[in-house]
């Protein structure tokens, strides 16, 4: 059976994902940050199993796909919904702050590319990215800087990995109904549902429908953004 594995799967988008994945009757383990209630309810729902990583620490990736192996449960595909968005002005950032976001968005995607690459493995890595970094809106510089390099990380990786049978590509995402998405200001939220041309923000059920497609379906597109924005931009 394919199987998926999903980073930060506990998350709204990556739950989203996960059920669109049940529904296709594909197989799919997870990470969570940590075992909470809420990835134990997630993992007795759809029968995956959930493995606890913290992508801050710099060998969490090498620990999680030899946990995989260990377990023969390497996947086919690799979906990087995992996200953290820091709310600071510049003037109050810290190096820490800069760090993780770069850690928990760049470093972890590039460490799992390199961990397919060891282990032979095939088929997809799908970046996720929002529109902070690749387009002028509103948003905290460390979080902008981190979305701004997987696309730099994505064309990289296409041109070295696509000879190998990866496909990499960065999914681009607009303003969704949960997740870091929902903690917006409501006035710049109605900003975005006015410059989008459906007029509305989309949903994570939505978003996960083109990530399962990036994952499974795609044969030929690569390094590339695949716009799930509703026409915002």
Request: hydrophobic content about 50%; glycine content about 12%.
């Amino acid at each position: 059976m394919t199987r998926v594995l999903v980073l930060g799967g506990s998350g709204a988008l990556g739950s989203a994902l996960l059920r669109e994945l049940h529904a296709h009757g594909t197989g799919a383990v997870f990470t969570c940050h940590r075992a909470g209630e809420e990835a134990q309810a997630l993992s007795a729902e759809l029968g995956y199993p959930a493995y606890q990583a913290d992508f801050l620490e710099p060998d969490a990736i090498a620990t999680l796909f030899a946990a995989l192996e260990r377990d023969d449960r390497l996947p086919d595909a690799v979906v990087h919904c995992a996200g953290v968005a820091p709310v600071v002005a510049i003037g109050a950032v810290t190096a820490a702050d800069w760090d993780a976001v770069h850690a928990v968005h760049g470093r972890a995607a590039m460490l799992c590319a390199q961990e397919m690459v060891r282990r032979g493995r095939r088929g997809a890595l799908v970046l996720v990215a929002a529109l902070d970094g690749l387009q002028p809106v509103p948003a905290p510089a460390p979080y902008a800087a981190s979305q701004g390099a997987l696309w730099g990380l994505t064309l990289a990786l296409a041109k070295e990995l696509g000879p190998q049978g990866i496909l990499v590509n960065l999914a681009l995402l607009g303003v969704l109904d949960g997740g870091i998405a929902s903690e917006l200001d409501p006035a710049l939220r109605a900003d975005y549902r006015r410059y989008a041309a459906l007029g509305r923000t989309g949903t994570c059920r939505e978003a996960a429908r083109g990530l399962r497609w990036l994952a499974l379906e795609n044969t030929y597109l690569n390094g590339a953004q695949f716009p799930l924005t509703g026409g915002l931009g």
